[in-house]
Nanobody, 127 residues
């Protein structure tokens, strides 16, 4: 079994920054491809960013390119989402997800690609 625990959410003003963390435990995290998803009220859950288990490949939704950065620390079993230049439309619950069987260089962009999910952390950006 895999447990994912997010932290780092909060309330910020537009233009501010937050860094989300997702700590994984239970299995070999280093071989997991990881993703960050978000869900705003009344909207579908969408992928924000994904990273391969090698760490060499990343993917971002167009709306966050140049503002968000996904990274991972295999020694700490943690994946991060650095969010800069935040906008009110970034307001959502952010969840991390893990895929247990992955190719080393592949990133996965669909919700159905992922096997494990965290509970989520709220991010609120005010104008």
């Amino acid at each position: 079994q895999v447990q994912l625990v997010e932290s780092g959410g909060g309330s910020v003003q537009a233009g501010g920054s937050l860094r989300l963390s997702c700590a994984a435990s239970g299995r070999t995290f280093s071989r997991f491809s990881m993703g960050w998803f978000r869900q705003a009220p009344g909207k579908e859950r969408e992928l924000v960013a994904a990273i391969s288990w090698s760490g060499g490949n990343t993917h971002y939704v167009d709306s966050v390119k140049g503002r968000f950065t996904i990274s991972r620390d295999k020694d700490k079993n943690t994946v991060y989402l650095q969010m800069n230049s935040l906008k009110p439309e970034d307001t959502a619950v952010y969840c991390c997800a893990a895929r247990g069987i992955s190719f080393s260089s592949s990133v996965y962009t669909e919700r159905s690609d992922y096997d494990y999910w965290g509970q989520g952390t709220q991010v609120t950006v005010s104008s």
